[in-house]
């Protein structure tokens, strides 16, 4: 017994290690966040610690993948995608502006993966859910840009009609995620209330567009034929 007392668990990896080589020193479990939202700090073998504080700051986990039936447990989780998205179509409006070059800057102040990746997450990415903190610097981006986009005339010129209202006194966004559908297809935006699963007018031109193509194809090379013939 007194034999045994002298190795030490390690919650990462699951094994004893000796005193040598496991220090007691703690750190975070990636897998018990992301399958129990469990942020307690574990002691880990000397080298899970520095491989956990290495990958700390690193976006290796898409928890759509991993877990996606965390999104429902924890609703900061849903909070903070829906601000990634929203961050994401965002900054394609404000990339090409030559006006919010201090707000682009703030942007790139934070992790790019926010905004560019919305369905990975670094353990730092977690414990700021957890603790509030990524909540509010998102919110506090979110709200500055679509402020910046919805006063900007040139960021205006950007914006959608939707094609199947035709309403050209209500200009859109993709980023108006509660009224505004974008078709994963062509990425047109429309009202949620107007569009129809299936029935994109831009994707409908675009297949018979295709379609035009493909038979006047036909016909050309069977005239070749023919007059090979």
Not at 25 to 32: D, F, K, S
Not at 172 to 195: G, N, R
Request: net charge positive; glycine share 4%.
């Amino acid at each position: 017994n007194s034999y045994i007392k002298r190795f030490r668990y390690c919650e990462y990896l699951g094994k004893y290690f000796c005193q040598c080589c496991h220090r007691n020193e703690i750190n975070y479990i990636p897998g018990h966040i992301i399958r129990k939202w469990d942020f307690k700090q574990y002691p880990v073998s000397n080298f899970s610690w520095r491989l956990l504080s290495r990958i700390f700051n690193e976006p290796y986990f898409n928890l759509s993948t991993i877990n996606p039936s965390l999104f429902k447990r924890v609703k900061l989780l849903e909070t903070v995608h829906a601000f990634r998205v929203q961050l994401m179509y965002l900054c394609k409006f404000l990339r090409i502006c030559k006006y919010s070059e201090s707000l682009v800057g703030d942007i790139n102040a934070e992790p790019s993966h926010w905004y560019e990746d919305v369905d990975v997450y670094s353990i730092s990415d977690l414990v700021g859910i957890k603790n509030s903190s990524i909540v509010t610097k998102l919110k506090d981006l979110v709200t500055k840009s679509i402020d910046h986009v919805e006063q900007c005339s040139f960021c205006q010129g950007f914006g959608y009609i939707c094609e199947l209202c035709g309403d050209e006194s209500d200009i859109i966004y993709p980023f108006q995620l509660q009224t505004v559908v974008v078709c994963k297809d062509c990425t047109s935006c429309f009202h949620k209330a107007c569009y129809v699963e299936g029935k994109c007018p831009k994707c409908i031109r675009i297949e018979a567009r295709r379609q035009r193509q493909l038979l006047e194809t036909k016909i050309f090379d069977s005239s070749e034929e023919e007059s090979g013939s």
